[in-house]
């Protein structure tokens, strides 16, 4: 399988080639040059595997630079029940006749993010192994995608992480998960300042090309390929969950922000998985339910993005969001890159009536949607869901079709989000077993004022 750019370079890349980049270099995202088509056989025989096994078969079709035996030995050492919490790996709750949460969030972290990241940090020690190199990975996070990144490559041989985070903005529970980290290739950066900051430093360390040669500085942003096709695995786990035979069709309504989750959904589609609708919920950052309405795409400033109680979903564009345009227009490279030249575009009107044709839609959910939503959730099921996972049952609730099983993939577990959780139900949300008294374990983090020199600095001193 090779890769292509969605901004029109048709340079074919291997996926080792691409694992441990970002951006295209015509600023595009990669994806694979043709989708592999799943068929009826091939999907019967997937059916009765473990996870992991599963994980093998749908990487096998997009990796052909790494030899099968250790591709299956990578996906057996991650996705187990150890780390996971169930053979299972993303076990379905049922709330009532056809619909379903599927839980993605019983990782390290409590985030659906650590699926993919997991597999990333086997990926990032193996490449860099066979390599020889080293890899210094620097990032900014407002919370899920820094812990996520830490708890994937904590203890990792050839890599180290330097994580910015806002100083005294995350949450006591998401603090202590990172900063208790003892690990020493692991390095807590504190910024006296917001996120926003946080993340122009960032890409003032990754522009200055000469520090970033010098320091092998590489990033673990949601547009690497390697995140979005190891969640591409349980869109086809949660089907085979949900369904006795192939005939049936299932719908999946997804919590979105940088569009990734979503995406790895679109491909499943792609593949063959019998998807009836990919449903979009955001929350009042309705970039992307704005787009599936109109055909209007626009990204918003910093003024108009708002901070809600379902953070994980406030941003502004949303990066991951050009692979599917790619599609929608035909792999047409250069109207991708003109569309995406400016801060807005809109689809003529042929473009967005194909919208259908890929089984999106989309909903939006607001503070006052979600604390009812948790609510009901739990005075109906006596069950807890995050904010963001609230966001999705809320549109999935309106979105579900009856004869068609719907499930809302969980992105969080509540106990990453006290306060929402206690302000809807008045009492604090459970906590998984080990996690008591996080916040008391010693932290390990350095507080910086906003200065690129300085951040470049303490990576020089410390790689
Ligand atoms: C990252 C995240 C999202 C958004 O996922 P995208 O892939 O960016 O669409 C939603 N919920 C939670 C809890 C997250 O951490």
Redesign the pocket.
């Known amino acids: 399988m090779k890769y292509i750019s969605t901004r029109g370079d048709q340079t074919e890349r291997g996926f080792s080639d691409i694992l441990l980049e970002g951006l295209a270099p015509d600023g595009g995202l990669y994806l694979p040059k043709t989708y592999p088509r799943v068929d009826a056989a091939t999907l019967a025989r997937w059916r009765g595997l473990a996870y992991a096994d599963l994980a093998f078969e749908i990487l096998s079709l997009y990796i052909d630079d790494i030899p099968a035996d250790d591709l299956r030995a990578l996906t057996r050492k991650v996705y187990t029940a150890e780390v996971f919490g169930t053979e299972a790996i993303t076990p379905l709750t049922w709330l009532g006749e056809g619909i379903a949460l599927q839980g993605l ?1 019983n990782g390290p972290t409590l ?3 650590d699926m993919a990241m997991q597999l990333l940090g086997a990926l990032f020690e193996y490449e860099l192994g066979r390599r020889g190199e080293t890899l210094n990975i620097l990032g900014a996070t407002s ?3 820094g812990s996520a990144a830490e708890y994937a490559m904590r203890g990792k041989r050839g890599v180290n992480v330097f994580m910015l985070s806002p100083h005294g903005r995350m949450s006591p529970f998401q603090q202590a998960q990172m900063f208790s980290l003892q690990d020493a290739n692991i390095h807590n950066i504190a910024i006296e300042g917001v996120f926003d900051d946080a993340q122009d430093i960032v890409k003032a360390v990754s522009n200055d090309l000469a520090f970033k040669r010098e320091h092998r500085i590489g990033t673990v942003n ?1 547009i690497n390929w390697a995140r979005l096709l190891a969640q591409v695995v349980y869109y086809f786990a949660g089907y085979f969950q949900a369904t006795k035979t192939n005939a049936e069709k299932v719908s999946f309504t ?9 995406c790895a959904g679109h491909v499943a589609r792609m593949m063959g998985l019998p998807i009836a609708k990919l449903v979009v919920a955001t929350n009042e950052n309705d970039v992307l339910d704005e787009f599936f309405r109109t055909g209007t795409y626009r990204v918003r400033g910093s003024a108009d993005t708002h901070e809600t109680s ?1 953070p ?2 406030d ?1 502004s564009k ?1 990066s ?1 969001f050009e692979r599917f345009v790619f599609d929608l227009l035909d792999r047409d490279g250069g109207r991708v890159r003109q569309l995406f030249s400016g801060s807005h575009f809109h689809l003529d009107a042929s473009e967005h009536a194909s919208i259908t044709g890929f089984g999106f839609a989309s909903g939006r959910s607001t503070h006052a949607d979600r604390v009812a939503t948790i609510r009901r959730c739990h005075a109906e099921h006596g069950i807890v869901i ?1 904010p ?1 996972t609230a966001d999705g049952l809320k549109v999935a609730l309106e979105k579900h079709e009856p004869g068609i099983t719907m499930l809302v993939l969980e ?2 577990l509540p106990a990453k989000f006290a306060a929402t959780i206690h302000e809807a139900l008045g009492i604090e949300p459970p906590r998984p077993a080990g996690l008591e008294g996080i916040e008391e374990l010693p932290k390990r983090v350095k507080v910086m004022p906003v200065d690129v020199d300085q951040v470049k600095a303490y990576i020089h001193a410390h790689v």
């Open positions: 969030s985030a659906f993010k919370g899920d995608t949601s997804v919590p979105s922000g940088n569009f990734g989750n979503v379902s994980s979903m941003i949303a991951n995050d963001h992105t969080a």
